[in-house]
């Protein structure tokens, strides 16, 4: 992991392009957990958010310079050796002990669109995006228009709506 994250570094990799908004979102919700999976002792689940970043970064052909800084900053609890040389690569010259942890907005770690599952008689038939704060009405509208042609024929006897894991499940007969 280290490794992949020491090649983020190399001056090949740096740019000075603006990052894009899933990635400034994704690391707003990074280090929203990591602050949290610190604080509650959630060492590994931390990490793992930090793997997914790294991955992220990683997609791309170059990274912008705030998300390494982020990047640095939040591995230096956990590999703080590391997180110098890269704080020092990156042409800091304080220790990134007396920097501040990153800060997160809030209204970026909030999804705007989620996807719904749509089952019919409990069996996946389908997916699709939706607004996160969609009604349960538009959610079973959209839910029947994307599986219509498994309900063709049939009768739907309940519709139901588990809005917290944004699950549609419609009973025919």
Not at 129 to 153: F, I, P, R, Y
């Amino acid at each position: 992991f280290l490794n992949r994250c020491w090649r983020l570094y190399g001056a090949e990799r740096r740019g000075d392009q603006q990052t894009t908004d899933d990635l400034e979102r994704l690391r707003h919700r990074v280090i929203k957990k990591v602050s949290y999976d610190i604080d509650t002792m959630g060492f590994n689940t931390a990490i793992a958010q930090l793997m997914t970043y790294v991955n992220e970064l990683t997609k791309m052909p170059k990274s912008h310079v705030e998300d390494l800084k982020a990047l640095a900053l939040m591995l230096s609890p956990f590999a703080p050796h590391f997180a110098e040389e890269v704080w020092e690569m990156l042409g800091n010259t304080e220790s990134t002990i007396l920097q501040d942890w990153p800060s997160f907005d809030e209204a970026l770690t909030v999804d705007d669109v989620v996807t719904l599952v749509i089952q019919v008689n409990g069996k996946k038939r389908g997916e699709c995006q939706v607004s996160a704060s969609v009604d349960k009405d538009t959610a079973l509208a959209v839910a029947k228009e994307a599986v219509a042609g498994h309900l063709d024929g049939k009768n739907v006897v309940k519709e139901i709506y588990v809005e917290k894991r944004n699950l549609v499940n419609l009973v025919v007969k």
